[in-house]
């Protein structure tokens, strides 16, 4: 079982750094590869940033984030990271922090309550 908490979202001017974290409850954080996703109003939720179990040396970005948001993790903190940079107004969205024992392709098993991100023009 893993508890996921997210934090650090809020309103910020489109080219404007954000960084949210998740902190997971959980002696096994590590084991976990860990993701953020994002759902906007009226669309579904896609995958956004991954990374991989233990030393996180495998990380993964959709297109539209890739140079402008960065995935880490320290797992003596059970936290995970979204570094995100050069924001822009369809970067809006809630962003959910998940965690999945089946690898950095598999299916989330745990899930966070979301943080709001609001990108103003």
């Known amino acids: 079982q893993v508890q996921l908490v997210e934090s650090g979202g809020g309103l910020v001017q489109a080219g404007g750094p954000l960084r949210l974290s998740c902190a997971a409850a959980g002696r096994t954080f590590s084991s976990y590869a860990m993701g953020w996703f994002r759902q906007a109003p009226g669309k579904e939720r896609e995958s956004v940033a991954r990374?991989?179990?233990?030393?996180?040396?495998?990380?993964y970005y959709v297109d539209s984030v890739k140079g402008r948001f960065t995935i880490s993790r320290d797992n003596a903190k059970n936290t995970v990271y979204l570094q995100m940079s050069s924001l822009k107004p369809e970067d809006t969205a809630v962003y959910y922090c998940?965690?999945?024992?089946?690898?950095?392709?598999?299916?989330?098993?745990?899930w966070g309550q979301g943080t709001q991100v609001t990108v103003s023009s």
């Open positions: 990374i991989s179990s233990w030393s996180g040396g495998i990380t």
């Open positions: 998940a965690a999945s024992s089946r690898g950095l392709q598999g299916a989330s098993e745990y």
